[in-house]
């Protein structure tokens, strides 16, 4: 099974507003709605942002949301902070487990 | 509060087999529902789903790693083990062991171990 595709990096300033992609197919993304973002600093394990397309787990801050439309899954954050700097990766939970290739966010 | 913890060699040489276990607390993997996963990461690469065990002992597989992965699960000693048979100088990675909940994604994360593959 292919990897989910992502941008291997978005970059924004501090206060704005970034949205990465995440697109697979109608037997993965499109199937239904188990669809979960992970943030991961450097030497660091991934941490659980968005899961169900758009719910947040508790202590997530409501500057992290989730959409989905069709295949494509989309992690947006706004009010971009130093901090979230960092890579993002969206993970399908299907008939199998796919994560995406990782996207890099910048913060300017 | 759920932890998990990986533990084995840090280092195989190629054609050896890598076993690795996760030791949890804070979870049964009795309870319906609960799940323990294998993510693994190559260094400066993406995650790599490789294997789920369940509280009923059904287990899924990676297609890709299928013929070499075993998983198993201690219940009484809150252990998962993985086994990766065959090992290659490109299955170097951190192999991460991972709860999952009712909720079909991954909260709880190991903090990791780095394997590496080298004659």
């Known amino acids: 099974q292919s990897a989910l595709t992502q941008p291997r990096s978005v970059s924004g300033s501090p206060g704005q507003s970034v949205t990465i992609s995440c697109t697979g197919t109608?037997?993965?993304?499109?199937?239904?709605?188990?669809v979960s973002w992970y943030q991961q600093h450097p030497g660091k394990a991934p941490k659980l942002m968005i899961y169900?397309?758009?719910k947040r787990p508790s202590g997530v801050p409501g500057r992290f949301s989730g959409s989905k439309s069709g295949n494509t899954a989309s992690l947006t954050i706004s009010g971009l902070q130093a901090e979230d700097e960092a890579d993002y990766y969206c993970?399908?939970?299907?008939?199998?487990?796919?994560f995406g290739g990782g996207t890099k966010l910048t913060v300017l | 509060q759920i932890t998990l913890k990986e533990s084995g060699p840090t280092l195989v040489k190629p054609t050896q087999t890598l076993t690795l276990t996760c030791t949890f607390s804070?979870?049964?993997?009795?309870?319906?529902?609960?799940?323990v996963a294998w993510i693994r990461q190559p260094p400066g690469k993406a995650l790599e789903w490789l294997a789920l065990?369940?509280?009923?002992?059904?287990?899924r597989y990676s297609p890709s790693l299928e013929s070499r992965l075993t998983l198993t699960k201690d219940t009484s000693k809150n252990q998962v083990v993985l086994t990766l048979a065959n090992m290659d100088p490109m299955d170097t990675a951190t192999y991460y062991c991972?709860?999952?909940?009712?909720?079909?994604?991954?909260?709880?994360w190991g903090q990791g171990a780095l394997v590496t593959v080298s004659s």
């Open positions: 169900d397309v758009s």
């Open positions: 804070g979870f049964s993997l009795t309870t319906r529902g609960v799940a």
């Open positions: 993970c399908s939970y299907a008939a199998s487990v796919v």
């Open positions: 991972v709860h999952r909940g009712d909720e079909l994604c991954f909260e709880y």
């Open positions: 109608s037997s993965d993304v499109g199937r239904n709605d188990f």
């Open positions: 065990i369940y509280w009923d002992d059904d287990k």
